[in-house]
């Protein structure tokens, strides 16, 4: 049985601090429930939902919790996934495998952060009132509460790794920066293009990606300073900046079809895992790619159209290096450098994005990938079912 793309929407995805700063992660993610339904009304067998913190407001299960503030029936079930930044992919994938086991018809998968919101947290002490300070650790991002047993180099900063990376596959400053400048440019343009208009659902009055700045230029971005190392090419310009935002894809059977009235945008022919030393993690999305294909019995020559997530500028050139593919296939609406990456809510939004690339550009097979902190990659084959009609 295969397992089919239906719908997909998102928030726009909001800087840090920035307008979607005073709605919790629980209501985002009601929010694009309840706009996903309206868009495509469907009965729902099961809600499977991202999140890569849960330490805060959407804490104890927020799939659940979303769920039920959409008005969906008590009955449907909800559960949450942490894979970090590859967590709403991880939840679709899951979901693709419960249509294709025939345990569901049609499932709701998506996911959801607020990095503006992500509480800091005291760890308990060993024994009661201890005499010394204690010390607040933030949740926002990367390592906490580190176990002690981790060695050292799998545990430095995201930062840090893709400089590793960067020393490892020589990629220049100047490459980020033209990188990190498409990305901007190419968001800007489909915003005006009006390729969102039906993929985005405002919220609290923003109507947009927070963070594209369609003046960026690798001019500009030149002249900012490292951000992690004092002779280092990572820099706030060429990286993927805290975000807040929610994503929603709807996932069927064929009979779904007639149910929901209407067909499919796309089937899921492939899906990829991978995992090496966690300071690599920038590299994982090669070998996760790679394995999807070849499940879907797909070649790279095949494939038309990729959605990577921007993490760094530096991972994504590594990948598309590695890959051998046209760049100019990579990313084409603009990415997470631009638009903003909500960790939890980010694969939602590269496979929702794949689905409509490939219908505009009607390319039959596409790939959504993303790296994953702790070394880890995902990646799933779409294909567009009307492409050369």
């Given at each position: 049985?295969?397992?089919?793309?239906?719908?997909?929407?998102?928030?726009?995805?909001?800087?840090?601090?920035?307008?979607?700063?005073g709605v919790r992660p629980d209501d985002l993610a009601a929010h694009v429930i309840t706009a996903l339904l309206a868009q495509t009304p469907a009965p729902i067998d099961e809600v499977i939902w991202g999140n890569a913190n849960g330490a805060g407001e959407e804490n104890r299960n927020v799939g659940r919790m979303a769920a039920?503030?959409?008005?969906?029936?008590?009955?449907?079930?909800?559960?949450?996934?942490?894979?970090?930044?590859?967590?709403?992919?991880?939840?679709?994938?899951?979901?693709?495998?419960?249509?294709?086991?025939?345990?569901?018809?049609?499932?709701?998968?998506?996911?959801?952060?607020?990095?503006?919101?992500?509480?800091?947290?005291?760890?308990?002490?060993?024994?009661?009132?201890?005499?010394?300070?204690?010390?607040?650790?933030?949740?926002?991002?990367?390592?906490?509460?580190?176990?002690?047993?981790?060695?050292?180099?799998?545990?430095?900063?995201?930062?840090?790794?893709?400089?590793?990376?960067?020393?490892?596959?020589?990629?220049?400053?100047?490459?980020?920066?033209?990188?990190?400048?498409?990305?901007?440019?190419?968001?800007?343009?489909?915003?005006?293009?009006?390729?969102?208009?039906?993929?985005?659902?405002?919220?609290?009055?923003?109507?947009?990606?927070?963070?594209?700045?369609?003046?960026?230029?690798?001019?500009?971005?030149?002249?900012?300073?490292?951000?992690?190392?004092?002779?280092?090419?990572?820099?706030?310009?060429?990286?993927?900046?805290?975000?807040?935002?929610?994503?929603?894809?709807?996932?069927?059977?064929?009979?779904?079809?007639?149910?929901?009235?209407?067909?499919?945008?796309?089937?899921?022919?492939?899906?990829?895992?991978?995992?090496?030393?966690?300071?690599?993690?920038?590299?994982?999305?090669?070998?996760?790619?790679?394995?999807?294909?070849?499940?879907?019995?797909?070649?790279?020559?095949?494939?038309?159209?990729?959605?990577?997530?921007?993490?760094?500028?530096?991972?994504?050139?590594?990948?598309?290096?590695?890959?051998?593919?046209?760049?100019?296939?990579?990313?084409?609406?603009?990415?997470?450098?631009?638009?903003?990456?909500?960790?939890?809510?980010?694969?939602?939004?590269?496979?929702?994005?794949?689905?409509?690339?490939?219908?505009?550009?009607?390319?039959?097979?596409?790939?959504?990938?993303?790296?994953?902190?702790?070394?880890?990659?995902?990646?799933?084959?779409?294909?567009?079912?009307?492409?050369?009609?």
């Amino acid at each position: 049985m295969t397992a089919y793309v239906y719908a997909a929407t998102r928030t726009p995805f909001g800087r840090f601090n920035g307008a979607l700063a005073g709605v919790r992660p629980d209501d985002l993610a009601a929010h694009v429930i309840t706009a996903l339904l309206a868009q495509t009304p469907a009965p729902i067998d099961e809600v499977i939902w991202g999140n890569a913190n849960g330490a805060g407001e959407e804490n104890r299960n927020v799939g659940r919790m979303a769920a039920l503030l959409a008005g969906l029936p008590t009955t449907v079930p909800g559960s949450t996934v942490n894979r970090l930044c590859g967590s709403s992919l991880d939840a679709a994938m899951i979901a693709s495998r419960a249509i294709e086991t025939g345990d569901a018809e049609i499932v709701l998968a998506g996911g959801v952060e607020s990095m503006t919101r992500a509480p800091w947290v005291l760890p308990k002490p060993a024994k009661g009132f201890p005499p010394g300070d204690l010390t607040a650790v933030s949740t926002t991002l990367g390592w906490r509460l580190v176990n002690p047993r981790m060695p050292a180099e799998w545990t430095v900063s995201l930062g840090e790794c893709n400089e590793q990376l960067q020393e490892k596959f020589a990629i220049s400053r100047v490459r980020q920066d033209e990188f990190a400048a498409r990305s901007h440019r190419l968001a800007a343009k489909a915003w005006s293009d009006g390729f969102y208009d039906d993929l985005v659902a405002p919220v609290e009055g923003l109507t947009r990606d927070e963070g594209v700045r369609p003046d960026s230029s690798p001019e500009k971005l030149a002249g900012l300073k490292p951000s992690f190392r004092k002779d280092g090419t990572i820099t706030a310009g060429n990286a993927s900046p805290l975000s807040d935002g929610a994503s929603a894809v709807l996932i069927g059977s064929a009979a779904a079809a007639d149910v929901i009235g209407q067909q499919p945008i796309a089937a899921i022919r492939g899906r990829g895992a991978f995992a090496l030393d966690p300071q690599e993690f920038g590299y994982a999305p090669v070998e996760a790619a790679n394995r999807a294909l070849k499940r879907a019995g797909v070649t790279w020559d095949q494939v038309g159209a990729v959605e990577l997530n921007e993490a760094f500028a530096v991972q994504s050139l590594v990948c598309v290096d590695a890959w051998g593919i046209d760049p100019e296939i990579v990313n084409t609406k603009g990415g997470a450098i631009a638009i903003g990456h909500p960790l939890g809510a980010s694969g939602g939004r590269i496979l929702g994005t794949l689905a409509k690339v490939l219908r505009e550009r009607n390319e039959r097979y596409g790939v959504a990938a993303i790296c994953i902190g702790v070394g880890q990659g995902l990646a799933m084959v779409l294909e567009n079912l009307e492409a050369g009609r």
